[in-house]
């Protein structure tokens, strides 16, 4: 899961898969294509978020995206199309570039959406987010369900 700075949006997708998903199947991490928040937790509005639902992403802690991850994962979820274009500049390797997709594509297929970026914005955006993010995480486990 990958935002710009692993703070608002990247976190959540991660604690919201997490929360679907047996972590001792599935690899489920998050990060962002920045520097800028490297070390952090998330923003308190996040944690929040998440927790008002049940989920505890208090522990996470921001990391940058690396080269490394394409050989790790399978998919690359982007936030938005900033991110996308961040990701795919980094290989020039048709099969890390497969890998890489905009999650909303998941409730949305090959519209490209964006979620928004809450960080300037009110508490509002970050339910937002969270309930899109909830409906795209419960088809990406439908999906990873049905290949195996
Ligand atoms: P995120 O939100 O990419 O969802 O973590 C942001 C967090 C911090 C900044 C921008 C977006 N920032 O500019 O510091």
């Known amino acids: 899961m990958v935002c710009l700075g692993n703070i608002c949006r990247s976190p959540l997708a991660e604690g919201i898969l997490k929360s ?7 690899i489920i991490e998050s990060c962002g294509t920045s520097s800028y928040h490297i070390g952090n937790k998330p923003d308190t509005r996040s944690i929040d978020i998440a927790k008002k639902y049940g989920i505890d992403i208090s522990s996470q802690r921001a990391t940058q995206f690396k080269l490394s991850d ?21 290989t020039n390797n048709t099969d ?29 955006g970050f339910e937002d987010v969270f309930q899109m993010l909830d409906r795209a995480c419960k088809n990406i486990v439908l999906k990873l369900k049905k290949n195996n």
């Open 20 to 26: 679907k998903l047996n972590s001792s199947q599935y």
């Open 70 to 90: 394409f050989k790790v994962y399978d998919y690359i979820y982007v936030m938005d199309d900033s991110n996308y274009q961040n990701i795919i500049k980094l």
């Open 96 to 124: 890390d570039k497969i890998k890489v997709n905009h999650i909303l594509n998941e409730l949305y297929p090959d519209k490209n959406l964006d979620v928004p970026d809450p960080y300037y914005g009110s508490e509002q």
